[in-house]
């Protein structure tokens, strides 16, 4: 595809088919993550792909309790919506849920796992929540998606196993100064999948020389 479509088009696609993933498009992909800058070019993040069917119900048993915790709070959001803003929410929600009840179903979970050992938090120090280190890992992630995107494969980028990092590090054997970043499912979209997406356009979201200008 043509890489502007490519991103216009990448949707958070939630409802996934189980059907298997070839492995030649699989690999194209993840050889697609690897691609990614790094600070150093280090490259201190690896890509676990969980295809075995227990391991994938167990982390939907982790996941989907702190889906079902999110929802009363994005329906209070939601009520307070204009009716299409709300609609399209409630369509978004609907697709969460299915993926929080599905995620066993889907042929392959990629989990991103970090070293921040050669990963250097500029920000480390100021008193705010420390980000930068992601710069190191999150591109990676993001060729992934594209990679996906390109292949014809539904993606999402979810983070809420993270919450439950120690139960999946001992799950799959991550060692103790390796840690989770974000977990990818894969696979063919039930529905039509990718498509337009709905974002603040540059106008709104750039700034000359000042934030604000």
Same mark, same amino acid.
């Given at each position: 595809?043509?890489?502007?479509?490519?991103?216009?088009?990448?949707?958070?696609?939630?409802?996934?088919?189980?059907?298997?993933? $070839?492995?030649?498009?699989?690999?194209?992909?993840?050889?697609?993550?690897?691609?990614?800058?790094?600070?150093?070019?280090?490259?201190?993040?690896?890509?676990?792909?969980?295809?075995?069917?227990?391991?994938?119900?167990?982390?939907?048993?982790?996941?989907?309790?702190?889906?079902?915790?999110?929802?009363?709070?994005?329906?209070?959001?939601?009520?307070?919506?204009?009716?299409?803003?709300?609609?399209?929410?409630?369509?978004?929600?609907?697709? %969460?849920?299915?993926?929080?009840?599905?995620?066993?179903?889907? $042929?392959?979970?990629?989990?991103?796992?970090?070293? $921040?050992?050669? &990963?250097?938090?500029?920000?480390?120090?100021?008193?705010?929540?420390?980000?930068? %280190?992601? %710069?190191? &890992?999150?591109?990676?992630?993001?060729?992934?998606?594209?990679?996906?995107?390109?292949?014809?494969?539904?993606?999402?980028?979810?983070?809420?196993?993270?919450?439950?990092?120690?139960?999946?590090?001992?799950?799959?054997?991550?060692?103790?100064?390796?840690?989770?970043?974000?977990?990818?499912?894969? %696979?063919?979209?039930?529905?039509?999948?990718?498509?337009?997406?709905?974002?603040?356009?540059?106008?709104?979201?750039?700034?000359?020389?000042?934030?604000?200008?």
């Amino acid at each position: 595809m043509d890489l502007y479509a490519t991103m216009s088009t990448l949707r958070a696609v939630r409802r996934l088919k189980p059907d298997a993933i $070839p492995e030649d498009v699989l690999q194209r992909m993840l050889e697609a993550a690897t691609w990614a800058p790094t600070g150093g070019n280090h490259q201190s993040w690896r890509i676990i792909t969980v295809r075995e069917a227990e391991l994938k119900q167990q982390l939907e048993d982790l996941y989907r309790p702190h889906w079902e915790s999110y929802i009363p709070g994005y329906e209070a959001h939601m009520r307070e919506m204009p009716a299409a803003a709300a609609e399209k929410s409630r369509r978004a929600l609907e697709a %969460g849920t299915y993926l929080a009840t599905h995620l066993h179903e889907v $042929p392959v979970i990629c989990v991103f796992v970090f070293n $921040p050992s050669h &990963i250097t938090f500029t920000d480390a120090e100021l008193s705010r929540p420390s980000v930068v %280190g992601g %710069g190191s &890992i999150y591109p990676a992630v993001q060729n992934l998606l594209l990679a996906a995107r390109s292949e014809g494969l539904g993606c999402v980028l979810t983070t809420l196993l993270c919450m439950e990092e120690e139960k999946v590090k001992t799950l799959l054997d991550i060692p103790q100064d390796w840690y989770t970043a974000a977990h990818v499912p894969l %696979g063919y979209p039930v529905r039509g999948g990718h498509g337009p997406i709905s974002r603040k356009s540059s106008q709104q979201m750039v700034y000359n020389n000042r934030f604000g200008a």
